[in-house]
Protein backbone atom coordinates (compact mmCIF):
# COMPACT_ATOMS: atom_id res chain seq x y z
CA UNK A 1 0.00 0.00 0.00
CA UNK A 2 2.74 2.34 0.58
CA UNK A 3 3.75 2.33 -3.17
CA UNK A 4 0.46 4.35 -4.44
CA UNK A 5 0.73 6.72 -1.75
CA UNK A 6 3.97 7.37 -2.68
CA UNK A 7 3.36 7.70 -6.18
CA UNK A 8 0.07 9.80 -5.57
CA UNK A 9 2.12 12.28 -3.32
CA UNK A 10 4.84 12.79 -6.35
CA UNK A 11 2.22 13.00 -9.16
CA UNK A 12 0.53 15.73 -6.54
CA UNK A 13 3.51 17.44 -6.24
CA UNK A 14 4.23 17.75 -10.00
CA UNK A 15 0.96 18.83 -10.86
CA UNK A 16 1.38 21.80 -8.27
CA UNK A 17 4.83 22.14 -9.22
CA UNK A 18 7.64 24.51 -7.44
CA UNK A 19 6.65 27.20 -5.59
CA UNK A 20 6.81 30.84 -7.28
CA UNK A 21 9.80 32.89 -6.33
CA UNK A 22 10.14 34.98 -3.62
CA UNK A 23 10.25 39.22 -4.66
CA UNK A 24 11.47 42.26 -2.67
CA UNK A 25 8.77 44.22 -1.68
CA UNK A 26 8.21 47.33 0.42
CA UNK A 27 7.72 45.65 3.75
CA UNK A 28 6.38 48.78 5.61
CA UNK A 29 3.88 49.64 2.88
CA UNK A 30 2.65 45.88 2.82
CA UNK A 31 2.59 46.12 6.76
CA UNK A 32 0.86 49.10 7.26
CA UNK A 33 -2.29 48.55 5.03
CA UNK A 34 -2.36 44.72 6.30
CA UNK A 35 -2.84 45.88 9.96
CA UNK A 36 -6.02 48.27 8.72
CA UNK A 37 -7.53 46.09 6.42
CA UNK A 38 -10.05 45.01 9.27
CA UNK A 39 -8.73 41.10 9.58
CA UNK A 40 -6.72 42.36 12.88
CA UNK A 41 -9.73 44.92 13.97
CA UNK A 42 -13.07 45.01 16.01
CA UNK A 43 -16.22 43.10 14.19
CA UNK A 44 -13.30 42.08 11.26
CA UNK A 45 -14.30 45.64 10.11
CA UNK A 46 -12.01 48.45 8.70
CA UNK A 47 -14.16 50.90 9.65
CA UNK A 48 -13.44 50.17 13.57
CA UNK A 49 -9.27 50.03 12.88
CA UNK A 50 -7.04 52.32 14.84
CA UNK A 51 -5.15 53.94 11.81
CA UNK A 52 -2.87 56.35 14.39
CA UNK A 53 0.26 56.13 12.22
CA UNK A 54 2.14 55.61 15.16
CA UNK A 55 0.53 53.09 16.96
CA UNK A 56 0.51 50.97 13.72
CA UNK A 57 4.31 51.34 13.24
CA UNK A 58 4.79 50.35 16.82
CA UNK A 59 3.16 46.90 16.73
CA UNK A 60 5.15 46.58 13.44
CA UNK A 61 8.22 47.54 15.10
CA UNK A 62 7.29 44.98 17.86
CA UNK A 63 7.16 42.03 15.82
CA UNK A 64 10.28 43.43 13.63
CA UNK A 65 12.29 43.16 17.25
CA UNK A 66 11.05 40.32 18.31
CA UNK A 67 12.03 38.13 15.40
CA UNK A 68 14.15 40.35 12.51
CA UNK A 69 16.50 41.99 14.52
CA UNK A 70 14.49 45.36 14.24
CA UNK A 71 14.93 45.50 10.47
CA UNK A 72 12.52 44.96 7.79
CA UNK A 73 13.07 42.10 5.90
CA UNK A 74 13.11 42.95 1.85
CA UNK A 75 11.80 39.63 0.78
CA UNK A 76 7.90 38.79 0.72
CA UNK A 77 7.47 35.29 2.40
CA UNK A 78 9.81 37.11 5.46
CA UNK A 79 6.93 40.53 4.90
CA UNK A 80 4.23 37.99 5.80
CA UNK A 81 5.81 36.54 8.90
CA UNK A 82 6.23 40.15 10.32
CA UNK A 83 2.47 41.04 9.38
CA UNK A 84 1.09 37.14 11.00
CA UNK A 85 3.52 38.56 13.88
CA UNK A 86 2.03 42.48 14.02
CA UNK A 87 -1.50 41.46 14.08
CA UNK A 88 -0.81 39.74 17.49
CA UNK A 89 0.66 43.34 18.36
CA UNK A 90 -1.64 45.04 17.24
CA UNK A 91 -4.39 43.04 18.57
CA UNK A 92 -3.53 43.22 22.19
CA UNK A 93 -2.55 46.67 22.12
CA UNK A 94 -6.21 47.61 20.68
CA UNK A 95 -7.54 46.21 23.68
CA UNK A 96 -6.25 48.78 26.27
CA UNK A 97 -8.96 50.36 28.15
CA UNK A 98 -7.93 54.13 26.23
CA UNK A 99 -8.12 52.71 23.14
CA UNK A 100 -11.54 50.25 23.69
CA UNK A 101 -12.50 53.84 24.27
CA UNK A 102 -11.09 55.18 20.96
CA UNK A 103 -12.95 51.91 19.02
CA UNK A 104 -16.74 52.70 20.38
CA UNK A 105 -16.04 56.38 19.30
CA UNK A 106 -15.51 54.74 15.58
CA UNK A 107 -18.58 52.41 16.45
CA UNK A 108 -20.45 55.09 16.81
CA UNK A 109 -19.41 57.36 14.28
CA UNK A 110 -20.01 54.72 12.11
CA UNK A 111 -23.91 53.94 13.11
CA UNK A 112 -24.36 58.06 13.08
CA UNK A 113 -23.18 58.11 9.36
CA UNK A 114 -24.78 54.98 7.79
CA UNK A 115 -23.61 53.61 4.33
CA UNK A 116 -26.73 54.16 2.28
CA UNK A 117 -27.34 52.57 -1.51
CA UNK A 118 -29.92 53.53 -3.57
CA UNK A 119 -28.87 51.81 -6.47
CA UNK A 120 -31.90 49.15 -6.24
CA UNK A 121 -35.13 50.78 -7.91
CA UNK A 122 -37.40 49.20 -4.92
CA UNK A 123 -35.56 50.10 -1.90
CA UNK A 124 -33.11 52.00 0.25
CA UNK A 125 -30.46 50.18 1.65
CA UNK A 126 -28.88 51.60 5.01
CA UNK A 127 -25.79 49.64 6.41
CA UNK A 128 -25.42 50.71 9.82
CA UNK A 129 -22.37 48.55 11.01
CA UNK A 130 -22.01 47.37 14.38
CA UNK A 131 -24.86 48.59 17.32
CA UNK A 132 -22.37 50.95 19.31
CA UNK A 133 -22.51 50.54 22.99
CA UNK A 134 -19.53 49.69 25.85
CA UNK A 135 -16.95 47.00 24.81
CA UNK A 136 -14.58 44.68 26.85
CA UNK A 137 -12.06 41.95 26.39
CA UNK A 138 -13.47 38.60 27.39
CA UNK A 139 -11.21 35.59 26.02
CA UNK A 140 -9.00 37.98 24.26
CA UNK A 141 -11.38 39.33 22.32
CA UNK A 142 -13.31 42.18 22.34
CA UNK A 143 -17.16 42.10 22.42
CA UNK A 144 -20.05 44.24 23.08
CA UNK A 145 -21.01 44.40 26.86
CA UNK A 146 -23.83 46.74 26.75
CA UNK A 147 -25.89 49.22 24.87
CA UNK A 148 -29.32 51.08 25.25
CA UNK A 149 -29.79 49.82 21.74
CA UNK A 150 -30.07 46.19 22.30
CA UNK A 151 -33.54 45.14 23.63
CA UNK A 152 -34.52 41.14 24.04
CA UNK A 153 -31.06 40.50 22.33
CA UNK A 154 -33.02 42.72 19.48
CA UNK A 155 -32.51 45.87 18.12
CA UNK A 156 -34.20 48.12 20.46
CA UNK A 157 -37.89 48.91 18.84
CA UNK A 158 -38.06 52.81 19.09
CA UNK A 159 -34.60 53.02 17.76
CA UNK A 160 -35.39 50.65 15.04
CA UNK A 161 -38.91 52.96 13.85
CA UNK A 162 -36.23 55.98 14.54
CA UNK A 163 -33.95 54.77 12.15
CA UNK A 164 -36.68 53.72 9.96
CA UNK A 165 -39.04 56.81 9.41
CA UNK A 166 -35.93 58.80 8.86
CA UNK A 167 -34.75 57.13 5.92
CA UNK A 168 -38.78 56.72 4.55
CA UNK A 169 -38.95 60.29 5.15
CA UNK A 170 -35.61 60.41 2.60
CA UNK A 171 -36.62 58.35 -0.04
CA UNK A 172 -40.19 58.77 -0.45
CA UNK A 173 -39.86 57.13 -3.86
CA UNK A 174 -38.90 53.52 -2.61
CA UNK A 175 -41.04 51.07 -1.53
CA UNK A 176 -38.85 49.55 1.00
CA UNK A 177 -36.44 50.71 3.23
CA UNK A 178 -34.18 48.00 4.11
CA UNK A 179 -31.65 48.42 7.35
CA UNK A 180 -28.73 46.03 8.10
CA UNK A 181 -26.94 46.28 11.71
CA UNK A 182 -24.27 43.99 13.25
CA UNK A 183 -25.01 43.16 16.82
CA UNK A 184 -21.20 41.67 17.97
CA UNK A 185 -21.90 40.54 21.32
CA UNK A 186 -18.98 37.95 20.97
CA UNK A 187 -22.08 35.81 22.09
CA UNK A 188 -24.85 32.94 21.02
CA UNK A 189 -26.95 36.60 20.25
CA UNK A 190 -24.04 37.44 17.57
CA UNK A 191 -25.80 37.61 14.37
CA UNK A 192 -26.33 40.32 11.60
CA UNK A 193 -29.51 41.62 11.71
CA UNK A 194 -32.09 43.14 8.78
CA UNK A 195 -34.98 44.65 9.30
CA UNK A 196 -37.36 46.17 6.29
CA UNK A 197 -39.69 48.35 6.32
CA UNK A 198 -42.73 47.83 3.46
CA UNK A 199 -44.24 51.21 2.80
CA UNK A 200 -47.62 49.45 0.75
CA UNK A 201 -48.32 46.87 3.91
CA UNK A 202 -47.20 48.92 6.74
CA UNK A 203 -45.57 46.86 8.31
CA UNK A 204 -41.64 45.91 9.61
CA UNK A 205 -40.10 42.24 8.61
CA UNK A 206 -37.20 41.51 10.99
CA UNK A 207 -34.96 38.99 11.16
CA UNK A 208 -31.14 37.20 10.96
CA UNK A 209 -29.51 37.91 7.51
CA UNK A 210 -30.41 35.62 5.16
CA UNK A 211 -32.16 32.93 7.33
CA UNK A 212 -35.11 31.03 6.17
CA UNK A 213 -38.07 32.31 8.40
CA UNK A 214 -38.79 35.88 9.80
CA UNK A 215 -41.01 37.87 12.31
CA UNK A 216 -43.45 40.11 10.59
CA UNK A 217 -45.12 43.01 12.49
CA UNK A 218 -48.92 44.05 12.66
CA UNK A 219 -49.72 46.98 10.32
CA UNK A 220 -48.16 50.41 11.93
CA UNK A 221 -50.95 52.47 11.85
CA UNK A 222 -48.22 56.23 10.66
CA UNK A 223 -46.00 53.92 9.63
CA UNK A 224 -42.19 53.42 11.71
CA UNK A 225 -42.60 56.50 13.33
CA UNK A 226 -44.75 55.08 15.78
CA UNK A 227 -42.19 52.82 16.82
CA UNK A 228 -40.03 55.66 17.10
CA UNK A 229 -42.96 57.43 19.47
CA UNK A 230 -43.74 54.39 21.51
CA UNK A 231 -46.89 54.11 20.20
CA UNK A 232 -46.34 50.22 19.11
CA UNK A 233 -43.78 48.17 19.91
CA UNK A 234 -41.66 45.76 17.32
CA UNK A 235 -40.45 42.73 19.05
CA UNK A 236 -40.67 39.01 18.40
CA UNK A 237 -44.22 38.51 21.14
CA UNK A 238 -46.24 41.14 19.13
CA UNK A 239 -45.22 39.47 15.34
CA UNK A 240 -46.01 36.72 13.56
CA UNK A 241 -43.79 34.14 12.47
CA UNK A 242 -43.37 33.29 8.85
CA UNK A 243 -40.84 30.63 6.87
CA UNK A 244 -39.79 29.62 3.78
CA UNK A 245 -41.05 26.47 4.59
CA UNK A 246 -44.61 27.62 5.78
CA UNK A 247 -45.16 30.46 3.01
CA UNK A 248 -44.49 27.53 0.09
CA UNK A 249 -46.73 25.21 2.00
CA UNK A 250 -49.81 28.12 2.03
CA UNK A 251 -49.08 28.85 -1.53
CA UNK A 252 -49.41 24.86 -2.68
CA UNK A 253 -52.30 24.38 -0.38
CA UNK A 254 -56.04 25.81 -1.15
CA UNK A 255 -56.23 27.94 1.68
CA UNK A 256 -55.84 31.60 2.25
CA UNK A 257 -52.02 32.64 1.59
CA UNK A 258 -50.42 34.78 4.46
CA UNK A 259 -48.50 37.73 3.21
CA UNK A 260 -44.42 36.51 4.23
CA UNK A 261 -41.23 38.18 2.43
CA UNK A 262 -38.62 35.80 3.83
CA UNK A 263 -37.20 35.90 0.83
CA UNK A 264 -34.20 39.18 0.84
CA UNK A 265 -33.17 40.05 -2.55
CA UNK A 266 -30.60 42.54 -1.87
CA UNK A 267 -28.68 40.72 0.68
CA UNK A 268 -28.52 37.92 -1.75
CA UNK A 269 -27.88 39.65 -4.37
CA UNK A 270 -24.87 41.41 -2.01
CA UNK A 271 -23.76 37.96 -1.13
CA UNK A 272 -23.23 36.85 -4.57
CA UNK A 273 -21.44 40.01 -5.46
CA UNK A 274 -18.79 38.84 -3.02
CA UNK A 275 -18.67 36.16 -3.86
CA UNK A 276 -17.75 36.83 -6.92
CA UNK A 277 -15.37 39.18 -5.24
CA UNK A 278 -12.91 36.45 -3.57
CA UNK A 279 -13.32 34.38 -6.59
CA UNK A 280 -11.24 37.33 -8.72
Known amino acids: MARPRLLATILLALACGPPPPDVEVDGWALARAALVDGESC ?120 RVLAEHADAHPEKAIVRVELRMPTGSSSEKTLVYRYFRDEGAVAFGELLEGSIYVSPPLEGGPRALAEGRQRLSVRDARFCSRSRAQGEAEGDGEVEWCPWSDPYGEAAREAARAARRR
Open 42 to 161: YDDRPDYCIREPAFVDAAIQGALDGRFGGVMPKMGREVEAVIRSARVGYQRASQEDARLQEIEGLVAARYAAPVIDTSDPELVNVDLGALPGKLAVRRFDIVLTDSPMVEDFWWASAEAG
